[in-house]
């Protein structure tokens, strides 16, 4: 007697191709929790019906991740220099900054207080800076012209994804559009 196939454990060519497609890997400083909130987001939005709106979806997805990334990637390394310019001004605010190998414990806080989620923290850090008669924006200006040349291949690869981006969707539209075409003159046939 030949087996049936169980309908319950079938697959629709959807989930087949689901198991095909790898899953996006991520970075250890990257959250699949981000991810998955980013992805479903963006699949809900585009509602993939046919197998190849599928895939045109989940490469939407990762060009717009390759792009968070790149982004994130970019801001991090202007915010560690900004921190950095931040616990030099404060050392060099102190008056034996020239005997020290280390950065003064009190300086190295207030950088990470510059740069932390504490308001209270930010203020004080400001103030400091302040009584040193240096800005924020000076200190910014300063980190971003100091990690210019290490932000410019991210800068470029965001330029590069831009374009990628916006020929998927617009591809991704078209084969909507076309899969939902009326058909306006037809004619019932009998039964």
Not at 106 to 116: R, Y
Request: negative net charge; proline residues 8%.
């Amino acid at each position: 007697m030949a087996s049936e196939a169980n309908p319950n454990t079938a697959h629709t060519p959807q989930q087949k191709l689901h198991e095909l497609i790898p899953p996006q890997k991520l970075f250890p400083d990257e959250d699949p929790v981000v991810f998955q909130g980013l992805r479903s987001a963006l699949l809900q939005d585009l509602v993939p019906v046919s197998a190849y709106e599928r895939v045109l979806a989940e490469n939407l997805v990762s060009l717009e991740w390759e792009s968070l990334r790149c982004r994130n990637r970019r801001d991090a390394l202007i915010w560690a220099e900004y921190r950095t310019q931040a616990i030099n001004a404060f050392q060099d605010g102190l008056f034996y900054s020239f005997l020290a190998t280390e950065p003064d414990p009190k300086a190295k806080a207030l950088g990470f207080d510059l740069v932390g989620s504490d308001p209270e923290k930010r203020t004080v850090a400001e103030s400091k800076l302040a009584e040193l008669e240096i800005s924020p924006t000076e200190l910014l200006a300063k980190a971003w012209a100091s990690v210019a040349r290490l932000i410019d291949p991210l800068e470029r690869m965001l330029a590069e994804i831009e374009p990628r981006r916006r020929k998927l969707r617009a591809d991704y539209d078209r084969l909507i559009a076309l899969s939902v075409l009326p058909i306006n003159d037809f004619d019932v046939l009998p039964a």
